[in-house]
């Protein structure tokens, strides 16, 4: 297979994949600690919605910012899971301060928690790069 044929998945691909990452995501988020206005700031999505995607996964209908934002929460956490064996680290790691970079103090999920995109772009490379032993 040539590169040429490789094609953008389509947007029913995304749809479909959406509930079983959606799960995924709020199941990380809760091994963080985090409560459901959090998930919603990290996610981009309003209370109400996250309430009812959390009833019927199935009926998500995610932006692409959204999608995007669940596929960073997807990546920090198998970037973690790289650095760390211990499944108390690979859980604790972003409410624990760190004083490495980008944090300068403060815990990677509150970067995430200031709703910022950026933030969390940022936060996973910082992460993964660490992972990729680049600190």
């Given at each position: 297979?040539?590169?040429?044929?490789?094609?953008?998945p389509?947007?029913?691909?995304?749809?479909?994949?959406?509930?079983?990452?959606?799960?995924?995501?709020?199941?990380?988020?809760?091994?963080?600690?985090?409560?459901?206005?959090?998930?919603?700031?990290?996610?981009?999505?309003?209370?109400?919605?996250?309430?009812?995607?959390?009833?019927?996964?199935?009926?998500?209908?995610?932006?692409?910012?959204?999608?995007?934002?669940?596929?960073?929460?997807?990546?920090?956490?198998?970037?973690?899971?790289?650095?760390?064996?211990?499944?108390?680290?690979?859980?604790?790691?972003?409410?624990?301060k760190?004083?490495?970079?980008?944090?300068?103090?403060?815990?990677?999920?509150?970067?995430?928690?200031?709703?910022?995109?950026?933030?969390?772009?940022?936060?996973?490379?910082?992460?993964?790069?660490?992972?990729?032993?680049?600190?």
């Amino acid at each position: 297979m040539r590169a040429n044929d490789l094609k953008e998945p389509t947007k029913d691909v995304l749809k479909d994949a959406t509930p079983s990452a959606l799960k995924a995501a709020i199941k990380i988020m809760e091994s963080w600690s985090c409560n459901h206005s959090q998930m919603a700031i990290i996610l981009g999505i309003s209370n109400s919605s996250l309430r009812r995607y959390l009833k019927h996964p199935e009926q998500a209908r995610l932006s692409h910012d959204q999608q995007t934002r669940l596929s960073y929460v997807l990546n920090i956490y198998q970037s973690i899971r790289t650095i760390f064996n211990n499944p108390t680290n690979v859980d604790n790691f972003m409410s624990l301060k760190n004083h490495n970079g980008l944090f300068q103090g403060r815990a990677p999920l509150d970067l995430l928690l200031e709703g910022s995109i950026e933030n969390m772009m940022d936060t996973y490379k910082h992460i993964d790069s660490i992972a990729n032993g680049q600190w």
